[in-house]
């Protein structure tokens, strides 16, 4: 399994944007369902956002609420979250994962291989 290297965490203030990148070291984006989750402290992973081999993305809407954006880029073998307008609730370790194309993209236990994640911090 290609090992997936999450990076572009930090701390920010309410308001600001971040870009994660979870980086592959061989072709995995076309091959796979690829997804963001994230952790907060004293809370189960919850699924932010996936993107299928072909190109349609799925998102939690609860907590994207129209401010993150997935996406793909082939020839970098990457994966990236825009993440604008960020809230304190936004805070987590977010993890980038692949599944088997054609399994439930929303449900942790599809995901196989997982980076190690990123921590965001957004300060109020």
């Known amino acids: 399994q290609a090992q997936l290297v999450e990076s572009g965490g930090g701390l920010v203030q309410a308001g600001e944007s971040l870009r994660l990148s979870c980086a592959a070291p061989r072709r995995t984006f076309g091959w796979y369902t690829a997804g963001w989750f994230r952790q907060a402290p004293g809370k189960e992973r919850e699924f932010v956002a996936a993107?299928?081999?072909?190109?349609?993305?799925?998102y939690n809407a609860d907590i994207v609420k129209g401010r993150f954006t997935i996406s793909v880029d082939n020839a970098k073998n990457t994966m990236y979250l825009q993440m604008n307008s960020l809230e304190p609730e936004d805070s987590a370790v977010y993890f980038c994962?692949?599944?088997?194309?054609?399994?439930?993209?929303?449900?942790?236990?599809?995901?196989?291989?997982w980076g190690r994640g990123t921590q965001v911090t957004v300060s109020s």
């Open positions: 993107i299928s081999r072909s190109g349609p993305t799925t």
């Open positions: 994962a692949a599944a088997q194309p054609g399994s439930p993209a929303r449900v942790a236990s599809s995901y196989t291989n």
